[in-house]
């Protein structure tokens, strides 16, 4: 019998992360655990953060928790002398937050979890700085090339896909360097596209071990953004507007390339999964229209406010409600049935 191979795709954003958990957490009170509908969880940056708890078995619940909790150590607010601090460091220095709090709050979370102990098939995107080309941490399939030495623990793939560039350090693992996954994949659909398709839907596809004889004849994905940004650069029709310094640029040099990428890949997938020789769905949840001007101005990358994470609260369940009630039949599909990948540790 022919499968649907189902994708969840999440995109990066910060600490605009703890919309995306609250939309997953009303979703997962709807129909259950996240992780047991989905063959493959596709995560960039902070979207990477939660594919990985969630492919651990980490309720949504408690990634929404995560982010209350750990966002403002993660982020913490700075007083007018330790902002001037931060502004050097990101400039200067190594990046403008260290990366000890994030570390610490992810072992809470994911503790020593290798990831060949997933329960989903992983695709979390970061880039090699060394090699110079992005890199994809992944669950070891048996379907292809992959080993499970490659791609280590958990906390290593959330640290370098997390790692902003000014923001935080750079990761080392082994004898490399990684940066975030957001500076080529902040939206990272086409990832779990090129991964199903090259190794799991269609026809003459060879599964494996507890999965040979099962066929993906058709993929469907379903992507949460993460709240894009405007980046609030009015036009005032002065030529000073023209020659933007790199203080000037500071956060709207981010926003505007991962925003640019999660708009490009979106339009790009919604036209490309009816291309495809096998058959593909693309469903977006964009909350973007939930957003109002205020709740605008309070939103940002790494703005742990009080403001700012009651604004991503709001806005997260809004939208988890109304995918949960008016526009049930959207998503209602992915959730029809369980995971028909099987994976066992």
Known sequence: MAETFKILSLDGGGIRGLYTAEVLRHFEEAFGPIGEYFDMIC??????????????????TENVRFYKEQGPKIFPVKKFWNG??????????????????????????????????ARNLLCVPAY???SGRPRIFKYPHLEGNNYATKYGSMIEAALATSAAPTYFPVKSIGNRYYTDGGVWAN????????????YFVGEGKQLQGANEGVVFDRYAILSLGCLPEKNGWEHTGETADLSMSLAGWRKKLINAMADGQDFATERLAAKLVHMTKSPGEYVWVD???????????????????????QALE????????????RGLQIVKPFFAEKKKYRIIN
């Open 43 to 60: 995560g960039t940056s902070t979207g990477g953060l939660i594919a990985l708890a969630l492919s651990k078995g980490v309720p949504a």
């Open 314 to 325: 709001q806005i997260g369940s809004a939208v988890g409600d109304h995918y949960r009630t």
């Open 287 to 309: 909350g973007s229209s939930e957003v109002s001007t205020v709740q605008r101005k309070n939103i940002s990358l790494d703005d742990v406010s009080a403001a700012s994470m």
């Open 187 to 198: 939206n990272p659909v086409l990832c779990g596209i090129q991964e199903a398709l090259e």
């Open 128 to 130: 090699n700085l060394t």
């Open 84 to 117: 001037v601090r931060g502004f050097c460091r990101q400039f200067l220095r190594g990046g403008k937050y260290s990366n000890g709090p994030l570390e610490a709050a992810l072992k809470e979370i994911l503790g020593d979890t290798q990831m060949s102990e």
